[in-house]
């Protein structure tokens, strides 16, 4: 499987918006659930959102509720992380990671678990201004 390509990230000032972009492999079955996960300075990565196959299903972690919106779009192969009213502390490092024989997630609780991804990518990187 070809290694999840991210882009999109930036500089952007408290208040304002971005949407990173998830370039994944081309899809060769009903599988392939998606995750976004982020890892601020010193911290350890955390869980953001996740998406099946299909986009019919999305999940959050509970603080990113709100202003993160997940969506996928299967024709150009890509995931979308739209983030609104962005604030310092969202600056980090936000990875996608694929799960290539997983179509779809029973809970947050399995989304959220970075074992069960096959493939991640290098990141891109998020600052916020105050």
């Known amino acids: 499987q070809v290694q999840p390509v991210e882009s999109g990230g930036g500089l952007v000032q408290a208040g304002g918006s971005l949407r990173p972009s998830c370039a994944t492999s081309?899809?060769?079955?009903?599988?392939?659930?998606v995750g976004w996960f982020r890892q601020a300075p010193g911290k350890d990565g955390v869980f953001v959102a996740a998406?099946?196959?299909?986009?019919?299903?999305?999940f959050y972690a509970g603080s990113m509720k709100g202003r993160f919106t997940i969506s996928r779009d299967n024709a150009k192969n890509t995931v979308y992380l739209q983030i609104n009213n962005l604030q310092p502390d969202d600056t980090a490092f936000y990875y996608c990671?694929?799960?290539?024989?997983?179509?779809?997630?029973?809970?947050?609780?399995?989304?959220?678990?970075?074992?069960?991804?096959?493939?991640w990518g290098q990141g891109t990187q998020v600052t916020v201004s105050s």
């Open positions: 998406i099946s196959w299909s986009g019919s299903s999305t």
């Open positions: 990671a694929a799960a290539h024989t997983i179509a779809t997630w029973a809970s947050v609780e399995m989304a959220s678990d970075h074992g069960l991804y096959d493939s």
């Open positions: 081309a899809r060769t079955g009903n599988s392939d659930a």
